[in-house]
């Protein structure tokens, strides 16, 4: 199915590798062009010189910049309509997420990074983009964690940020509905990424194996399956759907895959 995105232009952040990545890849497959952008200059050079090399030069743009700093927001923004026109007509919000820590740790610095870094990377970026979608309509997709729907210890500042980006995006996408841009927030399960990695790192008693067993699916999720979906609630095809929290997750709202065996009753 074409989701008519030719031509379209796109900006993505943390496109350097993972879901951001794997959304651009997905983008620059139906015809977009697409700006990536990501703190660490090395990786999102080669990023994008590996999306380069797939798709051509001239359909790629990879940015150094920190999605906290609002002025690297402006820059990115900026520099994609110079590279590929006035019009901006997909944004993918999108960047790991807060620190792991029980309340009582959690000091009034570590919140203000978590809000910088997360929700009011969404507020800027989406202040600085939508002037150049409201000509020709587009859709802004914001990428978050699905613990806003499983609270768990140590995982509050991810709960509160998440759920604010999520309040936010609803009220937005009142807001921007007349101008035919939709607002979506796609919340994500366990995914092969590698901040996967990582977490299982710091973690040795969890595995890829072990967390997708208690799954309906039975396993992880992988970058290739969430940009599918990405894409999709991006198209203009789908201007019907808008303000929506979509779960990809395997399964995992829905419950655990295992059984409970209970004695029977003589």
């Known amino acids: 199915m074409d989701l008519g995105l030719t031509d379209k232009v796109a900006i993505v952040g943390?496109?350097?590798d993972g879901l951001g990545f794997a959304i651009a890849d997905?983008?620059?497959?139906?015809?977009?062009?697409?700006?990536?952008?990501?703190?660490?200059?090395?990786?999102?050079?080669?990023?994008?010189?590996?999306l380069a090399g797939k798709y051509g030069e001239e359909r790629v743009l990879g940015l150094a910049a920190d999605c906290s700093d609002a002025a690297d927001l402006d820059r990115v923004t900026a520099s994609t309509v110079a590279r590929f026109g006035p019009a901006v007509h997909v944004l993918v919000t999108n960047d790991?997420?807060?620190?792991?820590?029980?309340?009582?740790?959690?000091?009034?610095?570590?919140?203000?990074?978590?809000?910088?870094?997360?929700?009011?990377?969404?507020?800027?970026?989406?202040?600085?983009?939508?002037?150049?979608?409201?000509?020709?309509?587009?859709?802004?997709?914001?990428?978050?964690?699905?613990?806003?729907?499983?609270?768990a210890i140590g995982m509050a500042a991810s709960v509160a940020v998440w759920s604010a980006v999520i309040g936010y995006a609803k009220t937005l996408a009142l807001e921007v509905g007349t101008h035919d841009i939709t607002v979506n927030t796609l919340l994500s399960g366990f995914f092969d990424t590698p901040l996967l990695s990582k977490t299982l790192d710091r973690q040795p008693e969890l595995s890829k194996a072990g967390l997708g067993i208690g799954l309906p699916m039975g396993r992880?999720?992988?970058?290739?399956?969430?940009?599918?979906?990405?894409?999709?609630?991006?198209?203009?095809?789908?201007?019907?759907?808008?303000?929506?929290?979509?779960?990809i997750d395997g399964g995992a709202g829905i419950g655990t895959s295992g059984s409970l065996n209970t004695p029977s009753r003589s």
């Not at 997360?118 to 409201?134: A, E």
Request: hydrophobic residues 45%; without cysteine; glycine residues 10%.
């Open 14 to 16: 943390g496109g350097s």
């Open 26 to 50: 997905r983008l620059l497959s139906e015809g977009a062009l697409v700006t990536i952008f990501a703190r660490r200059a090395e990786k999102i050079s080669d990023a994008a010189g590996r």
């Open 96 to 151: 790991g997420g807060p620190p792991i820590g029980r309340i009582a740790e959690l000091t009034d610095d570590t919140w203000m990074r978590a809000l910088a870094r997360h929700f009011f990377y969404v507020v800027r970026s989406v202040r600085t983009t939508l002037p150049h979608m409201t000509a020709e309509g587009g859709s802004i997709l914001n990428v978050v964690s699905g613990i806003v729907e499983r609270p």
């Open 220 to 247: 992880v999720g992988e970058p290739r399956e969430f940009a599918d979906l990405a894409a999709t609630l991006v198209s203009p095809h789908l201007k019907f759907v808008t303000g929506a929290v979509v779960p």
